[in-house]
């Protein structure tokens, strides 16, 4: 199993705003992917992010928008850019060892 | 495209009163199809993985099991602690991404 946590756990942002979420795990792990759950709705993929090459973005979503980083085997961040009300939703971070573990989400409300 | 359909969207049982949920999925090719229990506010927590139709798993008062088209998790006696939303997801064959469909949403009263 994994232990994931994520930064903030929640937040309030104004429109036009970027905020960054982090993503720690208690151990090396090849995967790791950032989920999007907005209200009401189930877990969409954003993109999946191994250590040492650009992340892979799903249909719909794209780097300019959600930039992420990740710069060793236990650490990833999500950048939400220029956000407005639609972005609001909590953001998931998962990491795949042997199955796809979730951490805690974040909460963003954009106002 | 890889499609999950859970249904019902929301079930509410008396405790101790048993059920299933089902969760009908198209997928090219099946390397894992997934159950997950996420509470309000939190993260989804990992309960089974099944790989092949036929195949069963247990824990607790939960047992899902495995068809070629669909899944079921059936839930046996269940307490008022069992509430929550639970989640149906697939991983083809070809790639590590998660479909996830849209979820039941189990109350259960005491």
């Known amino acids: 199993s994994a232990v994931i946590s994520q930064k903030p756990s929640r937040d309030i942002c104004q429109r036009g705003t970027s905020l960054t979420i982090q993503c720690q795990v208690d151990s090396q792990v090849t995967m790791m992917f950032w989920y999007r759950q907005q209200p009401g709705q189930s877990l969409t993929l954003i993109a999946t992010?191994?250590?040492?090459?650009?992340?892979?973005?799903e249909s719909g979503f794209v780097i300019d928008k959600f930039p992420i980083s990740r710069p060793n085997l236990t650490f990833s961040t999500l950048t939400v850019s220029n956000m407005s009300p639609e972005d609001s939703s909590i953001y998931l971070c998962s990491v795949e060892v042997e199955t796809q573990y979730f951490g805690p989400g974040t909460r963003l409300l954009v106002l | 495209e890889d499609q999950v359909t859970q249904s019902p969207e929301a079930l509410r049982l008396q405790e101790g009163e048993s059920s299933s949920l089902n969760c009908s999925y198209t997928?090219?090719?099946?390397?894992?199809l997934f159950w997950y229990r996420q509470d309000p506010g939190k993260g989804p927590e990992f309960l089974f993985t099944?790989?092949?139709a036929g195949e069963e798993k247990e824990k607790e008062r939960l047992k899902a099991t495995l068809t070629k088209k669909e899944s079921f998790l059936h839930i046996t006696a269940p307490k008022p602690e069992d509430s929550a939303t639970y989640l149906c997801?697939?991983?083809?064959?070809?790639?590590?991404?998660?479909?996830f469909g849209e979820g039941t949403q189990l109350t259960v009263n005491p």
């Open positions: 099944l790989y092949s």
């Open positions: 997928v090219s090719g099946l390397r894992g």
């Open positions: 997801a697939v991983q083809a064959a070809s790639g590590s991404r998660l479909t």
């Open positions: 992010a191994n250590q040492g090459s650009e992340a892979t973005y």
